[in-house]
């Protein structure tokens, strides 16, 4: 329950679907299936990566190494998660058309399924951390604290939900999805904080903030780049699988280079890893 908190406020925003138009439950579906794709790609690797070293770590009753662990698995999670939520809220349209635009699926349901994902995608990166902050308290032994945490998130995405989907319909919901992810996070690191101690908190906000800055001009451009690759054909046809294609290598390209001036050391380490391996 403590890991996937998201999954069960998934659900529950399923069944609350079910009152709003028909479409609603296949809307959120869809988009939930593209947000997977880079949650289990990066976010469920990397706390499956750290659990065992901060496990060691607390173990041996190294609180120092597992803040740095915990430390460097969040910058991690900052430096992939907030480019791939720009990429996914710039490029949301062409995805969503690509992947299903076909058969029954039409213009309206590719227009509210991209609703979907990028109010969706607005959670990636703190359900993604969640899945960093949550191995820290199961390496100390501590099972009922990410549970407590969950269930108040749990309460909160429904009141978030009805609160929402007034208002926004389907897509009210999942922005109560990635709201009660944000308040889960943060109630995990504060939780961590009082456990540990300070956790390095200067330099995890210049982090962000650093790769928040380039993922928002890389967002521009990529925008930008799909408005004038898709402004004469979309679908599902081998041009337009082409063209958002090389919207993403552009993305790639245009945050590595700003990443690059900005001296991220994510980003060094991340080519150092993959010069070892």
């Not at 998934?10 to 138009?21: E, K, M």
């Not at 949650?39 to 607390?58: D, E, H, K, N, W």
């Not at 509210?112 to 993604?128: D, N």
């Amino acid at each position: 329950v403590g890991a996937g908190v998201y999954q069960v406020n998934v659900v529950s925003g399923t069944i609350l679907a079910s009152f709003l138009l028909e479409g609603s439950i296949s809307w959120l579906y869809y988009a939930d299936r593209v947000f997977q794709f880079p949650l289990g790609i990066f976010a469920i690797s990397m706390g499956t990566a750290v659990l065992p070293s901060l496990s060691r770590q607390a173990a041996s009753g190294d609180t120092e190494g597992v803040k740095a662990t915990f430390s460097q698995g969040m910058r991690f999670v900052f430096f992939i998660t907030l480019p791939a939520t720009a990429g996914l809220i710039a490029l949301a349209h062409p995805i969503v058309s690509v992947l299903f635009q076909r058969g029954e699926f039409g213009t309206h349901d590719l227009e509210m399924t991209a609703t979907a994902l990028v109010y969706f995608s607005a959670g990636l990166c703190p359900v993604s951390a969640v899945r960093v902050a949550a191995p820290v308290f199961y390496a100390r032994k501590d099972a009922v604290t990410p549970v407590r945490i969950a269930v108040v998130s749990i309460v909160l995405n429904i009141l978030f939900s009805i609160a929402l989907m007034g208002p926004l319909k389907h897509g009210g919901l999942a922005l109560a999805t990635s709201l009660a992810s944000a308040v889960n996070l943060v109630l995990l690191v504060v939780m961590i904080r009082k456990a540990l101690g300070r956790l390095g908190g200067s330099s995890l906000l210049l982090s962000m903030v650093r790769n928040l800055f380039c993922s928002l001009i890389m967002g521009f451009c990529v925008h930008g780049l799909a408005i004038y690759v898709f402004r004469s054909y979309n679908g599902s046809s081998f041009r337009a699988i082409l063209g958002l294609s090389a919207c993403i290598v552009a993305g790639i390209a245009v945050y590595g280079i700003l990443s690059r001036l900005m001296k991220s050391p994510e980003l060094e380490n991340l080519l150092t890893l993959l010069k070892k391996s």
